[in-house]
């Protein structure tokens, strides 16, 4: 059951022409069909599987992973270098290469990054100080980007960025090409639906030599400075740097610079767009609801001082409405508004007699998912009270999946939920936010937005 496809563009024409985003079109499809428990869609000449009943995600993410264990997006290097990443391995690469960097994101990890993360949180509060202080309007995500490229460039590459201080720096710009909304990014998102053919066709269009340049100088220059003053940091680069003197360990012969520069390159998009994204539409919704903001801003002052005084990586842990928050931030506005599989062999879910045959990508709608009022009564109402303990075990564990689940789930999930939650407990804690109500509103002191 599902829509009836059209030549070449099969069921996307919409979404390739730029006349609907994509998120868009996949909850219209997954309200159209209601009362089905899956769509058949065609990518071009693609046939793809949009499941929607939770238990057969559950059987696609977890239960039966080891038959959906490849994302459905494989890489190809010679059409794009910096795609040789985890996201989009398959899972005899896959497997070896999160070992090595499983690592980088374990408790014992983030509890010796939480200092140099609360250093650029007091940064970004002191930066966030000086703009008040100017009495402009403020434009919330281009601060929060400052912040998130801070972090992921401390405790992913050891490198100070310096973004806080400067106008604008190469990281910032970099960051900006990656995720404009051009014509040359919207293509390279919907070709990867696309046969390899059509990638290597397209491949003068969607590549972007500048950002390419960038993060491979960045590597070689980090791996020849650490190499040369014997420098070790415990840190992402220093993972890279094994990987390189030792690519047997991930079934290799040649770890190539193409290659390691990849895994930088996707800690640093995944990492940069959630955390900057995710803390921008929390700060907008307890703007827009300031009874959430007061006890938000309670727990947290309140939490701080009952325990130390300071905010530690255990006082964290303690904010629960803090947790709840984020949560429901990341319900509705989760950082993918997809997830993809591709089967490995040929599939009878259980307790139907549907079979998805062997090579078929199958999509996991998280967007449409977690604004389908059936899961969360009224879905455009930002509600923290959805994420209580009670609450979450009233629903299905597939009703949440902001980070995916599974054996493949976003590897820097906890990272990305420690960084964003210092960031908006030294925030809030120290600054009120309003929404302007209207253009020429004048901004009280000490207030943003």
Not at 226 to 232: A, I, K, M, P
Not at 330 to 341: D, E, I, M, N, Q
Request: aromatic residues 12%; proline residues 5%.
């Amino acid at each position: 059951m599902g829509p009836k496809p059209i030549p070449l563009f099969g069921n996307f024409k919409d979404v390739i022409l730029g006349k609907v985003h994509m998120a868009d079109f996949i909850q219209d499809i997954y309200h159209q069909f209601a009362s089905e428990p899956v769509v058949g869609l065609f990518a071009s000449n693609i046939p793809i599987l949009l499941v929607k009943d939770p238990e057969i995600i559950q059987e696609v993410l977890v239960k039966g992973f080891s038959n959906f264990s490849d994302r459905g997006f494989t890489h190809h290097g010679d059409v794009d270098s910096l795609s040789q990443h985890l996201l989009y391995m398959t899972v005899d690469k896959w497997k070896p290469m999160r070992q090595k960097l499983s690592p980088v994101f374990t408790s014992t990890k983030l509890k010796e990054m939480f200092y140099s993360i609360s250093a650029c949180a007091d940064n970004f509060s002191a930066y966030t100080r000086n703009l008040v202080k100017k009495n402009e309007i403020v434009d919330c995500f281009t601060l929060t980007r400052k912040y998130a490229i801070d972090v992921i460039g401390i405790c992913a590459f050891g490198l100070e960025t310096k973004i806080l201080s400067q106008e604008k720096t190469e990281f910032e710009r970099v960051s900006e090409m990656i995720f404009e909304n051009s014509v040359k990014n919207t293509l390279k998102r919907l070709i990867r639906f696309c046969p390899n053919w059509i990638k290597k066709l397209t491949k003068p269009v969607i590549t972007n030599h500048e950002v390419v340049n960038f993060f491979m100088s960045l590597i070689e220059k980090n791996i020849a400075f650490r190499n040369t003053n014997n420098l070790r940091r415990n840190d992402l680069v220093d993972i890279l740097m094994d990987i390189k003197n030792h690519p047997e360990k991930i079934g290799e012969k040649e770890a190539t610079l193409a290659l390691l520069t990849s895994q930088a390159y996707v800690f640093f998009a995944a990492g940069f767009d959630t955390t900057s994204s995710t803390i921008t539409h929390a700060l907008y919704e307890v703007a827009l609801n300031q009874n959430i903001q007061n006890q938000l801003r309670t727990e947290i002052c309140t939490t701080i001082q009952k325990y130390s005084g300071n905010l530690n990586y255990d006082v964290i842990y303690h904010m629960k409405y803090l947790d709840q928050v984020l949560k429901e931030t990341l319900r509705k506005y989760p950082p993918g508004y997809f997830t993809g599989r591709r089967a490995i062999d040929d599939y009878t879910f259980k307790r139907t007699k549907i079979t998805v045959r062997r090579d078929i990508r199958v999509l996991v709608p998280i967007h449409a998912i977690h604004n389908d009022p059936n899961n969360y009564p009224e879905p455009d109402k930002f509600d923290p009270e959805r994420f209580t303990e009670e609450a979450e075990k009233m629903r299905h564990p597939m009703t949440f999946l902001p980070f995916g689940a599974g054996p493949r789930y976003c590897i820097g999930k906890r990272f990305a939920f420690i960084s964003t939650k210092i960031a908006i407990a030294r925030i809030i804690s120290r600054f009120k936010f309003e929404t302007l109500k209207s253009p020429n509103a004048e901004i009280p002191k000490d207030r943003m937005l």
